[in-house]
């Protein structure tokens, strides 16, 4: 049963640097791109970067380009996501999900809350 | 930038009924590319449908999804109570990124 775990979420200050990981289970993780996807409250999902499968090659939303860092260590089964500079519209669940042969999302984690607030 | 539109934002219907989402994309893409998510409130979304019209893994075959070009469906029949939920439509692009439509939402009438 494949199965993502994420942690790391909680309030953050305005211009914090949280890490975010996702834990993963129950597939050959080395095999697949790894994305995070993130859903402000009441809102839509927003595709936030995506990691290939030996962590070499990383794409990002224009809207974290820059402040954002995804990483995974294939050794751990784990994907990371370093936020820095974190704004209040950063405010989100953060969803890790498993990248499926045909550039969509076939697994997702349970989502992690970020807040953003003084 | 390629737009995904869903319509309604908002569909009432009651158990049994067929249910008809829409997808419309500001440009023609490749139904390759084209997912379909459930999402329930306080959960992940669930993958129901990829390149268009391939039901994923254990999703049940009253879903269906159609389109090609511009427009595209996911199409429920005959409600169940598990199936009130949002809907999102998904494409791939090739910068690459992924960008989601709005939702909609199937409420209980």
């Known amino acids: 049963e494949v199965q993502l775990v994420e942690s790391g979420g909680g309030l953050v200050q305005p211009g914090g640097s949280p890490r975010l990981s996702c834990a993963a289970s129950?597939?050959?993780?080395?095999?697949?791109?790894m994305h995070w996807v993130r859903q402000a409250p009441g809102k839509g999902l927003v595709w936030v970067s995506r990691v290939n499968q030996d962590g070499s090659n990383t794409n990002y939303a224009d809207s974290v380009k820059g402040r954002f860092t995804i990483s995974r260590d294939n050794s751990k089964n784990t994907v990371y996501l370093q936020m820095n500079s974190l704004r209040a519209e950063d405010t989100a669940v953060y969803y890790c999900a498993k990248g499926g042969p045909e550039y969509y999302f076939d697994y997702w984690g349970q989502g992690i809350l970020v807040t953003v607030s003084s | 930038e390629i737009v995904l539109t869903q319509s309604p934002g908002t569909l009432s219907l009651s158990p049994g009924e067929r249910a008809t989402l829409s997808c419309r994309a500001s440009?023609?893409?490749?139904?390759?590319?084209l997912a379909w998510y459930q999402q329930k409130p306080g959960q992940a979304p669930r993958l129901l449908i990829y390149?268009?019209?391939s039901r994923a893994t254990g999703i049940p075959d009253r879903f269906s999804g159609s389109g090609s070009g511009t427009d595209f469906t996911l199409t429920i029949n005959r409600l169940e109570p598990e199936d009130f939920a949002v809907y999102y439509c998904q494409r791939y692009g090739g910068s690459p990124e992924w960008t989601f439509g709005q939702g909609t939402k199937v409420e209980l009438k």
């Open positions: 129950g597939f050959t993780f080395i095999n697949y791109w």
């Open positions: 440009q023609s893409i490749s139904s390759s590319y």
């Open positions: 390149a268009a019209s």
